[in-house]
């Protein structure tokens, strides 16, 4: 299994459960988080394990468990694109989620999901790089992806919205929910932040923030 580098990763593991997503603020680029799909109340996980149909690339799954190591995704910017640590992330703007126990990028492409038979969703990449298929718009309302705020992730090749709709996976991984591409807009299309380590927001957008207020 590919690693991030240790640090980050134990980081994440000694601080994720007392970090939470709640409360006001951007969410920003280099951020390390969990996301939950608010109707199934299921969180986004990756792990090295194969689809055994379709693209045969790792799946990527919801899990129930709060605790789970496998479900930390880091902010990045869109492919050939560099968003800056600490960068909040806009409404309308493209990004990539790295599975941070992988180093894979959650990714989808014209294949069928194995259970629903909607699009699948996986994890591509090496070390973080993958191709233009990993990045997602983040559809929110206002000008910045907040943290308390439910948001849509639209696959901004294909125009799916990444969904989970229930369907449930036998072994080796009994319980754990599909997560794939859906056409249209649904109430299973809905993502909050959760559990995470947040880069502070940079001097630029506190400026423009004290700007508005003034």
Not at 82 to 93: A, I, L, N
Not at 125 to 135: A, M, P, S, T, V
Not at 169 to 187: D, F, K, L
Not at 188 to 213: D, L, S, T
Request: with cysteine; net charge neutral; charged share 20%.
């Amino acid at each position: 299994m590919r690693r991030c580098p240790v640090p980050v990763l134990v980081l994440v593991l000694a601080l994720g459960a007392a970090a939470r997503g709640g409360g006001s603020g951007p969410v920003t680029c280099g951020s390390v988080v969990k996301l939950l799909n608010v109707r199934h109340n299921v969180r986004l996980h990756s792990h090295d394990v194969r689809y055994g149909s379709g693209s045969g690339q790792q799946s990527v799954t919801g899990v129930t468990a709060a605790d789970d190591g496998n479900s930390y995704w880091r902010i990045r910017g869109r492919t050939a694109a560099v968003c800056e640590r600490g960068q909040p992330v806009r409404c309308g703007q493209d990004i990539r989620l790295t599975h941070l126990s992988t180093g894979r990028n959650l990714h989808s492409h014209r294949f069928v999901s194995p259970l629903s038979g909607n699009q699948e969703v996986s994890a591509f990449g090496e070390n973080g790089e993958g191709d233009y298929l990993d990045d997602w718009t983040v559809l929110c309302s206002g000008t910045y992806w907040a943290r308390d705020s439910e948001v849509r992730f639209q696959h901004a090749s294909t125009d799916v919205f990444l969904s989970v709709t229930g369907e449930q996976y036998g072994r080796p991984i009994n319980g754990q929910r599909e997560v794939h591409g859906m056409a249209t807009s649904s109430q299973n299309n809905y993502w909050k932040v959760m559990e995470g380590i947040f880069m502070q927001p940079g001097e630029v957008f506190k400026a423009e923030q004290h700007h508005v207020e003034l």
